[in-house]
């Protein structure tokens, strides 16, 4: 089974996906996938040619990162699932309105023209707010999966929301049964 994982710009969050994406790579053959932001973005949270170097590392196969890269996924059928974690507003947005602008974007929607799973385990500010009706689209879609997830800071950022990243490898094997990981919030 080939897995691909997508880091989007939520950098924040990477402490807690990259071990997860070693698990993952212990059970599936992983492909790494990043967003133009985690591409090329530098934060306090880490300089970006130090994450791609980890998801190397831990993958053994180089970054996807351009539209080109990507577009192959769905007609050569490269991937069983997709994993999108963390999954920003941005790219939330983008997904549920069908936009493929990017990497993360171009994968998801090659990878869903061979009707297969997307896991999106979601990190944004928003996520009870604005990017509300974004959830909502995505839930009502075939093939998208929600990791589990709650809010992580209910009175200091109320409407902030982030996805129980342990719990990827456990949607991803019900996602592959069309099913969803239940209670969805925590």
Do not use: W
């Not at 994450?51 to 831990?58: D, F, L, Q, S, T």
Request: glycine fraction near 8%.
């Amino acid at each position: 089974m080939t897995v691909g994982f997508a880091l989007c710009g939520s950098f924040c969050t990477y402490e807690r996906v990259f071990p997860v994406m070693e698990r993952l790579s212990k059970s599936y053959d992983v492909i790494p996938i990043f967003s133009q932001s985690a591409y090329s973005t530098d934060s306090r949270f880490g300089a970006a040619a130090e994450h791609i170097a980890k998801a190397e590392a831990i993958c053994g196969k180089p970054v996807l990162h351009t539209l080109t890269d990507v577009e192959p996924i769905g007609p050569k059928k490269l991937l069983d699932a997709l994993v999108v974690a963390p999954c920003t507003g941005n790219t939330l947005a983008k997904l549920a309105h069908s936009f493929a602008d990017g990497p993360v974007t171009m994968a998801a929607k090659s990878h869903l023209r061979n009707g297969r799973p997307v896991v999106v385990a979601i990190s944004t500010n928003d996520a009870l707010g604005g990017a509300a009706e974004n959830i909502g689209k995505l839930l009502a879609r075939k093939h998208y999966f929600f990791v589990p997830f709650g809010q992580d800071d209910a009175f200091g950022k109320p409407t902030s929301v982030v996805a129980d990243f342990s719990k990827i490898p456990q949607t991803l094997e019900l996602a592959l049964e069309g099913k969803q990981l239940q209670p969805l919030l925590l």
